[in-house]
T-cell receptor
Framework: KNQVEQSPQSLIILEGKNCTLQCNYTVSPFSNLRWYKQDTGRGPVSLTI???SENTKSNGRYTATLDADTKQSSLHITASQLSDSASYICVVSARSNYQLIWGAGTKLIIKP | DSGVTQTPKHLITATGQRVTLRCSPR?????VYWYQQSLDQGLQFLIQ???????AKGNILERFSAQQFPDLHSELNLSSLELGDSALYFCASSWTGVNSGANVLTFGAGSRLTVL
């Protein structure tokens, strides 16, 4: 069964610190993996999309990595800011039907 | 502003009623997706349309239906509403119906439905 699991479920860190969010998936055959940021009560916003051949992709202070062999991805946030407080959702696309499999998200809280 | 317009922003109604949520996709996008997000839950995919035709179906209840019109806007109809239908309903659009690496979903601000 195609699944996407994220950890931790929630995370609290101090402003200025770095953090890493994890995503494990069982989706096969794999097409691409996306990270979205969702502020409370707002629609998700795309951060990165990575295909099979991409190991790393950056978007400002956000860096996503992908290991297609172990079916793991991570999202690293550098020098966190209060505005980074949000849910971060990992989404994997299956090449067979191109459906998007959504993770439950990691809720990140940045404290001043 | 993402370019995806959803109306209404907020809607309060009673159990047993029927409501219609509307979505105008970003200019140039042919695909529309509907998602449901209950309080503190993840996004649940409901249905996808591409250029007027149903492309994929998720866990959409029989009480719910959707369509995409020739001008590409879409409507999600929710009927015989129950308390558990209270949620944020998001519409997203993309330029193609295939979720390839180049196909980014752009989300609207959502319609918050409260069923009393």
């Amino acid at each position: 069964k195609n699944q996407v699991e994220q950890s931790p479920q929630s995370l609290i860190i101090l402003e200025g610190k770095n953090c890493t969010l994890q995503c494990n998936y069982t989706v096969s055959p794999f097409s691409n993996l996306r990270w979205y940021k969702q502020d409370t009560g707002r629609g998700p916003v795309s951060l990165t999309i990575m295909t099979f051949s991409e190991n790393t992709k950056s978007n400002g202070r956000y860096t996503a990595t992908l290991d297609a062999d172990t079916k793991q991805s991570s999202l690293h946030i550098t020098a966190s800011q209060l505005s980074d407080s949000a849910s971060y959702i990992c989404v994997v696309s299956a090449r067979s039907n191109y459906q998007l499999i959504w993770g439950a998200g990691t809720k990140l809280i940045i404290k001043p | 502003d993402s370019g995806v317009t959803q109306t209404p922003k907020h809607l309060i109604t009673a159990t047993g009623q029927r409501v219609t949520l509307r979505c105008s996709p970003r200019s140039g996008d042919l695909s529309v997706y509907w998602y449901q997000q209950s309080l503190d839950q993840g996004l649940q995919f409901l249905i996808q349309y591409y250029n007027g035709e149903e492309r994929a179906k998720g866990n959409i209840l029989e009480r719910f239906s959707a369509q995409q019109f020739p001008d590409l806007h879409s409507e999600l109809n929710l009927s015989s509403l129950e308390l558990g239908d209270s949620a944020l309903y998001f519409c997203a659009s993309s330029w193609t119906g295939v979720n390839s690496g180049a196909n980014v979903l752009t989300f609207g601000a959502g319609s918050r439905l409260t069923v009393l």
